[in-house]
C-alpha cells in the first residue's frame, strides 16, 4: 500500500485545505496532518492506522475550536509550533530574538513535500542454534516524511519543519530555523507540539533520585502548564525519559496513552498544556540560555 497520501478540499468557511496522512501497517501507527491555507500543520490524528484516511480532510470542520464570546475572534487551535499569530494565548514555544528584540513571527507556508524516504537498512531477527541472530534485509526500511518550508518573509526568519513515521512506529518531529535577514538572530526556545484529545486527562512521568530512579508519579491534566526539565547537563535520576497522557487510570493494558520524547542528551524540557478553550497539546525541547545559540 501507500504509505504517505496527500488530500484536498476545502472547509465550510471556504479556506483551502492540504490533508496529509502516513502510516506504517507492520507497527499499526500513523498520522494526519491538515494544513488550513498556508498555515502550519495541526496534528488532527496519532494512533491507529484509518480505514478511510481520505476523510483526514474532513476533519478541520469536525475538530476546529469554536469561537467563544468574550474571547478572540478565532479560538486557538495549536498547530506544531504554537505561536501568538495563531491565537495561542499559552507559554512561549517559539523564543527569537534578532539584535537583542524578540520577534513574533507568522509563518506562511510555502512548500510541502510529502514522500517516502528510503532510511537506512532493516534488520530482521531470526534464530540460530538456538541463538538470536540478526540479519539485514535485502531492502531498506521506507519512512513516510512530510518536509514543509514556512516563512516570515518581513521578520527574515525561515523554518522547515520534518515529520516521519518510522517503521517501529515512532512519529518524529525536527525543526530547523534560518536566519534570512541582516544582524544577528538568537534562538531563546523552540518547543513542538502534539495535540491531544480531549480525554487525555491523566499526566505520567518519573522522577527520583540515586537507587529510586524512574519513579513514576500521576497527575491530573488541569488548564495551565506542566513542565518537566532535566537541567544537570545530561538526563539525571530525576530525569523523566517520557512524558504520557491518556485517559484517567490508564495502564499497561488499558487506555489509549499518548507520549512525548526530547531526544537530547543535554539540558531539556518535556511539557503538557491546556487553554480553557482548545485542546492540550504535550512536547518539549532543548533548554537553551542567553546568546547559546546564535
Request: include cysteine; charged fraction near 20%.
Amino acid at each position: 500500500m501507500t504509505l504517505i497520501q496527500t488530500f484536498h478540499g476545502t472547509a465550510s468557511n471556504g479556506t483551502p485545505l492540504t490533508a496529509v496522512y502516513a502510516e506504517q501497517p507492520a507497527a499499526a501507527a500513523a498520522f494526519a496532518l491538515v494544513f488550513p491555507g498556508s498555515d502550519l500543520p495541526r496534528f488532527v490524528h496519532w494512533g491507529r492506522p484509518l480505514t478511510a484516511p481520505e476523510t483526514v480532510i474532513n476533519t478541520f470542520d469536525a475538530l476546529a475550536p469554536q469561537r467563544v464570546s468574550g474571547a478572540l475572534d478565532y479560538t486557538a487551535w495549536p498547530s506544531v509550533l504554537p505561536t501568538q499569530s495563531e491565537a495561542w494565548s499559552g507559554s512561549d514555544r517559539f523564543d527569537v530574538r534578532r539584535d537583542g528584540v524578540e520577534l513574533f513571527c507568522k509563518f506562511q507556508v510555502t512548500d510541502i513535500k510529502a514522500e517516502t524516504v528510503a532510511a537506512g537498512k532493516t534488520y530482521t531477527m531470526a534464530e540460530k542454534d538456538g541463538y538470536p541472530s540478526w540479519s539485514v534485509a535485502s531492502e531498506p526500511k521506507q519512512t513516510p516524511t512530510v518536509t514543509v518550508t514556512a516563512e516570515d518573509v518581513e521578520q527574515c526568519v525561515k523554518l522547515t519543519w520534518t515529520c516521519e513515521l518510522d517503521e517501529t512506529g515512532l512519529i518524529r518531529q525536527h525543526a530547523e530555523v534560518t536566519n534570512t535577514g541582516e544582524g544577528r538572530l538568537e534562538i531563546g526556545k523552540i518547543e513542538l507540539a502534539f495535540s491531544v484529545p480531549a480525554d487525555a486527562n491523566e499526566i505520567l512521568t518519573t522522577t527520583g533520585h540515586h537507587l529510586r530512579e524512574r519513579s513514576p508519579q500521576r497527575q491530573d491534566f488541569t488548564i495551565g502548564r506542566f513542565a518537566k526539565s532535566s537541567m544537570i547537563g545530561r538526563p539525571d535520576f530525576d530525569a523523566t525519559l517520557l512524558l504520557s497522557i491518556g485517559e484517567h487510570g490508564f495502564g499497561f493494558t488499558h487506555g489509549n496513552v499518548y507520549s512525548a520524547h526530547v531526544a537530547w542528551s543535554g539540558n531539556s524540557v518535556l511539557s503538557a498544556e491546556r487553554l480553557p478553550y482548545t485542546t492540550g497539546v504535550i512536547g518539549g525541547g532543548e533548554v537553551l540560555f542567553g546568546g547559546e545559540v546564535g
